[in-house]
């Protein structure tokens, strides 16, 4: 039995990179969609949610079109780096961004949503700007509901298979995440390893769910405390 | 909270740096078929045993599918495919160096039955494929593995009806076919020779030859794509897999050389 260290250290680098691309990218997404009032905001929510309902494999295609030698963005990272982005790590990380974009907006919106519109308005007449107000005001408040949206993003990533599979292909030490290494070891007849990596997997999505669950608990009772007080 | 933040920016940071090669060995990446899945570790491990400079590192699939991933531009130093034909594209399409189009060997295709199954006590493949027992037969996606191509012709020829609903079962290269056979997902499988004579497969079954006659010859052939970081290693592991200490490893997989003919 051989558990492969390189694609489990290979598959958490992953994992922590592309949540904090999309923390970066989800906050000011999600701040607009659940602030704004203009018509576009159901089409732009309906495009993010779109990675939740499209099979993988047409999100690998388009993505393998994308950034593979034959398009403009693959040619202009390839002659930047010396290689492009298809079947490299920088691929998969853009990829995963785009797979797990619904599981950090959606949570993140709502999130946002839930806090008390009176609040901010008062925060916004009382002289704050946007900015202070989302940081000071807003953050704090939707505190729960961004860390769901921040562990979903990390634990969903940490699993994916058909666009790593498709954009990544199955590159050691590169592209070769997790779930890529159980379904290789499943074709080599190591079903030990692929059993034991597979438990594995369980666990620490677990660990992270539970995690995220034992902290919000204790958000929750926090404030509910300050409140009374 | 913050000391927790700033720990996983450190962690984030820390595995974002390269992974350091194991003292100074340079790293072959190698797109081998899947029949190759067992006899190229073996290859692998001998090969390293002449030249510890190098590291093999090895990502099996169907052919056709590896062959679609090194034309995106996945970067690979050396592609051993089971259908020469396919290394000869890339050729022709000008991703891959001409001058290291090589014949590395020629694979055989066994039929495949579980030990435990009662199609082991029959007598011959012809038997074993008319026996009611043998209702689903795994085999290799014939659009994109050789090894499929050459199960289709084999049934064909041995007069198989295989065009009925559910008989056939495809697996996405030939490694597939072999797990789906051995977990007893299918009855019967057309596999590798390779495969089935690897350590996993051969304790758990029995396997009879399809004899020549019946399929096209499979030409495994190999080639250097231009889009890997290695090429020189890409063209040390060929070279070696040509010679007589590379064949000896793959006869043991149950591959016959091909004289040397030109490509």
Redesign the interface.
Known sequence: MRIDW?AV?LT??LA??AT?ALIVIGLPLAHWLATTRRGARALVEALVALPLVLPPTVLGLYL?LLL???SPI?RGY?LLRG??L???FEGLVVASVLYSLPFTVQPFTAALRSVDPALIEASWCLGVSRWATFWRLMVPLAWPGLLAGVVLTFAHTLGEFGVVLMVG??????T?TVSIAIY?A?????YASAAWTSLGLVLISFIVLSLMYVLQQRVRVVSQWATRS | MRTLLRSAIAVMAASAAPTAPAADRETVLVAAASDLRFALEGTAAAFAAQQPRYEIKASYGASGSLLAQIENGAPFDLFLSADIGYARRLVEHGQAEADTLFVYARGHLVLWVPARSPLAALCGPEAVLRDPGARTIAIANPEHAPYGRAAVAALRSLGVDSTERGRLVLGENVAQAAQFVESGAADVGLISLSLALAPPMKERGRFWEIPQYAYPPIEQGGVVPTSGRNSAGGRTFAAWLASDAGHAVLERFGFTRVQAEHP
């Open positions: 390189n250290m958490c680098r922590l990179v904090a393998l593979g030698p034959r693959g390839a290689h492009g298809a079947f490299s292909g199955n590159v050691p030490g590169e070769r290789d499943v074709q080599s007849l190591d």
